[in-house]
């Protein structure tokens, strides 16, 4: 009971605060870049001084509402993305750089959402200071016996009726409690509402997340339509370098060993030999080459065994962990199993690990896959190929790739790919490879 209490007070005196600080410094925060915004604006018609202006102050105006989003997402949970275009290429300095600064923030309707935010400052206020007013009113109901009236001959409290003898005095004392529980059970819906109404304003609009996700698709296509391109030709390459060129040998063998059959039949049986050497590499290289396009393994055991049977093959140990109702689409169980291929792939060649896990999981809306070792860390997606190759590999299907990989270990790259999972299957496939 007195956890539960605790937990009850502390929870709505931080949410009180919270919400205080929150009205109260962005409320001041917002006249002062309100003013700021409207006085660079006017005066970009005055000798074009405010082309300069425009774009100091909007970043400061972005640089805080940035941080009211930072806020809303940490202490109620409240996401809001950043909804700003993305910046263009111009120029760095002089007047044409200011220029085109300044037309690319004005011409951004997240701009003017966030003057509008600005504009709405007293609601903030008012939203900020309400849960510590109700708080506040409540503590001093309980104050006022002991200590108000003592220095004052009547105090107004509660419904509005005059305190001035110590029973009334006392009365106030349970509207104060009452009124203090109903401040601390309010204060985190409250903060909650003034996050929501931040959102309303600061975060995106149906268009803007539209054109967004426009954005992301026409990327994600041209850097898959890149890929492709660039996986045909290591196909061609391939071909051309290793199994064709074994094949036309063995063409030209096997056309000795036809001239020399009857003239010398030792020097054809050894050509024959030859040529049945090239003939099993070629086997063996269109074979890998089969494997690295989409693996027979992959096709006839699903997620779950190709995983597995990759596993067993690496030189260090992996535990694999895949608990699957059924598989998903053909496309997306490649791209899952190739992304974890390459995540396994990483951590031998620069990990330095002893062990490495796997874990593999479908919440119902999702695939998500765990990759994990115990090596030295230290893994960055912008400094090589390997995850860069994986997150483009799943963007292709809205997937997402998260790295932790801090200094001295342990790395986890964890995966995302949204799917749905088709016929059950039969097997278990949880366990230890």
């Known amino acids: 009971m007195n956890e539960e209490l605790t937990r009850f007070v502390s929870r709505g005196l931080a949410a009180s605060v919270r919400s205080f600080v929150v009205g109260l410094v962005f409320y001041v925060g917002g006249i002062v870049l309100l003013v700021l915004s409207i006085v660079s604006i006017s005066f970009i018609s005055v000798f074009g001084v405010g082309i300069f202006l425009v774009p100091l102050v909007t970043v400061a105006v972005r640089g805080l509402a940035n941080e009211r989003r930072k806020l809303a997402g940490q202490w109620s949970g409240v ?3 950043a909804p700003y275009k993305p910046r263009p290429p111009m120029e ?4 044409v750089g200011a220029w085109q600064r300044c037309r690319w923030m004005l011409g951004d309707p997240a701009t003017w959402r966030d003057l509008l935010w600005l504009l ?3 609601i903030t206020l008012a939203l900020g200071i309400l849960p510590a007013a109700i708080v506040g009113y409540g503590v001093e109901g309980i104050l006022v016996m002991p200590t108000v009236l003592q220095f004052v001959d009547g105090y107004h409290y509660g419904p509005g009726w005059l305190i001035d003898i110590p029973f009334e005095g006392i009365v106030a004392i349970p509207q104060g409690v009452l009124v203090l529980a109903l401040g601390l059970a309010a204060a985190p819906a409250i903060l909650r509402l003034h996050d929501r109404f931040a959102k309303l304003l600061l975060g995106p609009t149906r268009q803007a997340v ?3 996700r426009v954005r992301v698709l ?3 296509r041209a850097e898959t339509v890149d890929a492709q391109a660039a996986e045909l030709r290591r196909i061609e390459r391939d071909l051309h370098d290793g199994a064709q060129a074994r094949i036309v040998s063995l063409g030209m063998s096997l056309g000795l060993a036809e001239d020399l059959v009857t003239r010398d039949p030792v020097a054809a049986q050894k050509l024959l030999a030859e040529a049945r050497d090239a003939s099993d590499k070629a086997l063996s290289e269109l074979r890998d080459l089969v494997r690295g396009i989409h693996p027979p393994v992959l096709a006839e055991r699903g997620l779950d065994g190709a995983v597995r049977a990759l596993a067993l093959t690496l030189p260090i140990p992996v535990e694999v962990d895949i608990e699957l109702a059924g598989r998903p689409q053909a496309p997306v169980e490649s791209a899952g199993y190739f992304a974890v291929a390459e995540a396994l792939a990483n951590v031998v060649k620069h990990s330095h690990a002893t062990r490495a896990w796997v874990l593999v999981r479908h919440d119902g809306r999702s695939l998500g896959m765990t ?5 030295i860390g230290g ?7 390997g995850l860069r190759g994986m997150e483009r590999r799943l963007a292709a299907f809205d997937g997402t790739v998260a790295v932790s990989s801090p200094p001295g270990g342990p790395t986890v790259v964890t995966m995302e790919l949204p799917c749905e999972l088709s016929s059950p299957k039969t097997l278990p496939s949880s366990g230890t490879g």
Request: proline content about 11%.
């Open 79 to 81: 996401e809001i993305p």
């Open 210 to 212: 539209l054109d967004q």
């Open 92 to 95: 760095s300095f002089g007047v």
């Open 218 to 220: 026409t990327r994600t």
């Open 379 to 385: 893994a960055n997606p912008e400094g090589g190929t």
């Open 120 to 122: 709405s400052s007293p």
């Open 371 to 375: 990759v994990s070792d115990d090596g």
